[in-house]
């Protein structure tokens, strides 16, 4: 994808997932939704596709150290994706949200688009991870996007159909995934219809 695209393609993520928001009753969010978080929880952790680029923007890196939106997930299983520790910044970005979660996901994807507009491709984001150009950074927010808005309709019984570009984003890092950590094989063969993937397979672990 070009640049632009790239840009474009975080953004349809960003509507798809305040479109779905936006859906949330309003004692709903205390509702079951991912594992042990609620739908406060969840919408935390997914609002923070949006500010961790404003958050990471503001304090550029001195270099890239992280060449591909693969690289980073592969470097973050290191050290930041402890299982508990993610469920904990899951319900503590689901209390930053709690006072008006609707006007927080619109506003703060209103803040990220203009913020995209001052930047350009290859400004560094410094993540904890390392240091990432923004255009390859924001394939990983999509990402999330896409992924964790999809749970959240899910838990709410909507339907409301993931924006293509972002699919094809998702299913490319997850491909990626799949081949560095040794799962390509039993994934091409089960979506070939030739293998049975084992109950909790995840690319991910």
């Known amino acids: 994808m070009s640049g632009q ?5 975080y953004l349809e993520a960003g509507e798809f997932f305040g479109r779905v928001v936006d859906q949330v009753d309003i004692d709903g969010w205390e509702a079951p939704a991912l594992g042990e978080w609620c739908v406060r929880d ?16 503001a304090k550029p890196g001195d270099k890239v150290e992280l060449e591909r939106p693969v690289d980073y997930f592969l470097k973050a299983f290191e050290s930041v994706a402890d299982p508990k520790q993610v ?22 994807a209103m803040y990220v688009k203009n913020k995209l507009d001052e930047l350009s491709d290859d400004h560094i984001m410094a993540t904890p991870v390392g240091g990432i150009r923004l255009i390859d950074y924001l394939p990983t927010r999509t990402f999330e996007l896409i992924i964790h808005t999809m749970d959240l309709a899910i838990a709410l019984g909507v339907n ?24 390509a094989p039993g994934l091409i063969l089960a979506a070939t219809g030739r293998h049975v993937l084992p109950d909790g397979f995840s690319v991910l672990s």
Do not use: C, W
């Open 87 to 108: 469920a904990e910044r899951g319900r503590a970005a689901g209390l930053e949200i709690i006072d008006d979660p609707k006007m927080m996901v619109r506003g703060f």
């Open 42 to 57: 969840l919408t935390g952790h997914t609002h923070r596709a949006l500010t961790t680029v404003l958050t990471y923007s």
């Open 5 to 9: 695209k790239i840009r474009e393609t």
């Open 160 to 183: 409301d159909e993931p924006p293509e570009n972002g699919l094809e984003t998702t299913i490319q890092i997850l491909g990626q995934l799949a081949l560095y950590r040794g799962h």
